[in-house]
């Protein structure tokens, strides 16, 4: 895949409205002004654009997203014995907005992970898998995509790439995956990023040393743990107790927006 992706204008345009929309959502969550409703245009007009109209201009099924760099970057090293430039640098971009402001490129960006997102929303039972379950598949997921890679040049998501749906590229194994991981995120909060995505991974890790990220301030919080029972991954369940590694936080704002005390939990660094 893409070493043309980089010579697409459409493909810098996709990018530079995904760092201005890190940009403002950041601004956002340090004001304190994103809601369920913000988030719920948000969510709407990022699946429309970032999925669907970049996905339908953009030919090839090249249409850009964070996993694609990730895969794109490991095939060219691990099958080609060499780097590309202009992947491996939009996946570094990506990867300091990660560590900037925690995954908000997930969050607020990602076509596949927003599109969960909203699906997440259906009243229906949820079930929150323990962190280490969702993590270990996770990292299996990775080492089976590196090994696959090295030792035989196969890459089993693209035989099952989900993000194709955005372009309407779909053959039977995608189209039945992708119906699965939809369904799936009906009940589970995000089911593709937290049990297989690599990218997810690879952010999960560095989002341990992010700057910005949910903080409180002991000294003001009430103890009420509103901001727990809001958060739909478990991060916050682990920011609360001061853990030393914490479950991935998508920068969704749940947890700020319910927190009734001024002051006591906000979107900034230490
Ligand atoms: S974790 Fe989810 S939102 Fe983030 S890159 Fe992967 S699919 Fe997209
Ligand atoms: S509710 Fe959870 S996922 Fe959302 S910003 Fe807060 S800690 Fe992160």
Known sequence: MPTEMTLNP?????????????????LLLRRRKVTSKVRLWFLVGGILVFGFVFGLLIPGGLNPNPVASLRTLLTSVLVRGQLVIPVAA?????????????????????????????????????????????????????????????????????????????SLQITWAIGLFSAAVLVAS????????????????????????SLLRPRIDREVC?????????????AMDDFYADATLHADCFACGACIETCPQEGALEWRAR
């Open 10 to 26: 459409l493909i810098l345009v996709k990018f530079a409205l995904w760092i201005a929309t890190i940009v403002v959502v950041t």
């Open 90 to 166: 939009m996946l570094v971009i990506l990867l300091v907005a990660v560590w900037v402001s925690n995954k908000s490129i997930c969050g607020w960006a990602c076509q596949l992970g927003l599109l969960q997102d909203l699906l997440r929303r259906a009243e229906l039972p949820k079930w929150e898998p323990p962190f280490w379950l969702s993590n270990s598949v996770r990292i299996l997921a990775f080492v089976g995509l590196v090994g696959g890679l090295a030792m035989a040049g196969m890459d089993w998501i693209g035989v099952i790439d989900p993000f194709q749906i955005f």
């Open 186 to 209: 009906l009940f589970v909060y995000r089911s593709w990023c937290r049990f297989l995505c690599p990218f997810g991974l690879v952010g999960w890790l560095l989002e341990q040393v």
């Open 222 to 234: 009430k103890e009420c743990q509103l901001c727990v029972k809001a958060c739909p991954s478990g």
